[in-house]
């Protein structure tokens, strides 16, 4: 088989880098956000912008969906004789921008500062999109490998139909190898390969101790209010140390790699003087250990506020599972704990909203080795870091399911300061160039495997 020499490659990339970069920047442009409440037009309007980048590529194109599900958008061109498949992932939705006073920009206005491309999306995960587009273009009509591209349109929301959609399109993606650009990078200049990702149960617990709001002062002393014992509650989840107190939960230690705790701190954006939780090494902490966190309190405000006990009170938790951990198994013993804890003979109830499989890559065998042989041309001699998430990326697993036969890889544009899911996310303009190309030496490493 003949391929496109790295230097030839390397000169296409830098070629057909600007085109992409105004391709990523007019998809910046489309607020596609899949949550309930918003205007989903851009989420179509997003789907067929990406559907025409890959029609103009060469690949037979479809919109698809379940239900009610968003549009997921695949595009495929068949393998030369003999050669491999590689399965190309990343997705179009984006998360809301949350809070508009806290962006520097118009979060859907790209702007460049200081060599970061800033807006919603730019770096989770359209930029994930254009990365694959830009390999494809570098090598044009000499494409080595069979591509399917799978362009998701509701990952931020959680993939509700995603399943479903690879059981109807099953036999268009397999694939010998995966690509999921939905992760990041160790550092600026540094490449990575998630191999590890923590599982996720995402629930609610409510309290109640009276039938409607009663006088504080007539009955304050004697009565206790919900979100007293809310908080009372709440506070057994973590010991002195800020580790997690629910028994039965899987923990693990991560990988040898080292996370400096001023490293962590910076990029974590702590106050100055504010503790760590837990104990042991951070990446344990936040790799292969169970956390806890408390996203939501259903409670009145404090302007207003009547002098009046509250007679209920409810908490949004999310937990987040060492690998090998069964979310059914967690979620029961979460709630084995709130019951035995819960002060006062509180009445107390639960209400189940998602949960997702951690997961575990065995990142050995000829398709990763030429994986790590593109970063370390694209890196200029970096070594790949493979490293955990503390994150969850539930569909990972359905892929290891479904595809069991393939090479899943996860990648990233990202960088520790890209801000993904925040205000002000952006990308390293620089880190991006050296994705393009090491996607593109990728598949020409795949091909040549």
């Excluded at 000169?11 to 600007?18: K, M, S």
């Excluded at 042991?280 to 292969?288: E, K, L, M, P, Q």
């Amino acid at each position: 088989m003949t391929t496109l020499s790295v230097d030839e490659l390397r000169a296409a990339v830098a070629r057909e880098l600007p085109g992409v970069r105004a391709d990523l920047e007019r998809l910046v442009r489309i607020p596609g956000i899949a949550f309930d409440g918003f205007d989903f037009t851009p989420l179509e309007r997003s789907a067929e912008a990406v559907a025409e980048l890959l029609r103009a590529e060469g690949l037979e194109v479809q919109i698809s969906r379940i239900g009610e599900g968003h549009p997921a958008v695949i595009g495929k061109k068949a393998a030369p004789a003999g050669a491999p498949t590689v399965l190309l992932y990343a997705h179009h939705d984006v998360q809301p921008p949350g809070d508009m006073s806290q962006w520097r920009t118009d979060p859907f206005e790209p702007t460049e500062i200081d060599g970061r491309l800033y807006g919603r999306g730019a770096a989770d995960d359209k930029a994930g999109v254009m990365a694959h587009i830009a390999a494809l273009r570098a090598f044009g009509d000499q494409l080595p490998v069979g591509v399917v591209l799978f362009i998701e349109g509701e990952e931020e929301f959680g993939s509700a139909s995603l399943e479903d959609l690879l059981k109807k399109h099953q036999s268009e993606l397999t694939a010998d190898v995966i690509v999921i650009a939905d992760s990041a990078n160790w550092d600026i200049g540094v490449p990575a390969l998630t191999t590890s990702l923590r599982g996720i149960v995402n629930s609610f617990v409510t309290v109640e101790v009276l039938q409607s709001a009663v006088h504080s002062g007539m009955y304050g002393g004697a009565v206790p209010d919900a979100l007293m014992v809310m908080s009372r509650l709440l506070a057994t989840l973590h010991d002195e140390r800020g580790d997690v107190a629910v028994a039965g939960l899987v923990s693990k230690p991560a990988s040898p790699l080292d996370y400096p705790e001023d490293r962590f701190r910076s990029e974590a954006g702590i106050l100055d003087g504010v503790d760590l939780i837990g104990t042991g090494r951070i990446v344990d902490r936040i790799w292969t250990r169970p956390a806890i966190s408390i996203l939501g309190i259903d409670a009145p405000g404090t302007e207003g506020a009547p002098n009046a006990l509250i007679p209920k009170a409810k908490a949004k938790l999310s937990m987040r599972l060492a690998p090998g951990d069964d979310p059914k198994s967690a979620y029961e013993a979460l709630k084995a704990h709130l019951t035995k804890f819960v002060p006062w003979n509180a009445k107390i109830s639960f209400e189940f909203e998602h949960d997702g499989n951690a997961c575990v890559i065995d990142a050995t065998g000829k398709y990763f080795d030429a994986v790590r042989d593109a970063f370390k041309v694209a890196y200029n001699g970096a070594d790949t870091v493979e490293v955990g998430i503390g994150g969850s990326i539930p569909f990972i697993a359905t892929f290891q399911e479904m595809f069991p036969n393939a090479s899943i890889m996860v990648t990233g544009v990202e960088d520790p300061m890209s801000g993904a899911h925040g205000p002000n996310e952006s990308l390293h303009l620089g880190e991006f160039e050296r994705v393009c190309l090491a996607e593109t030496l990728l598949l020409r490493n795949v091909a040549l495997a």
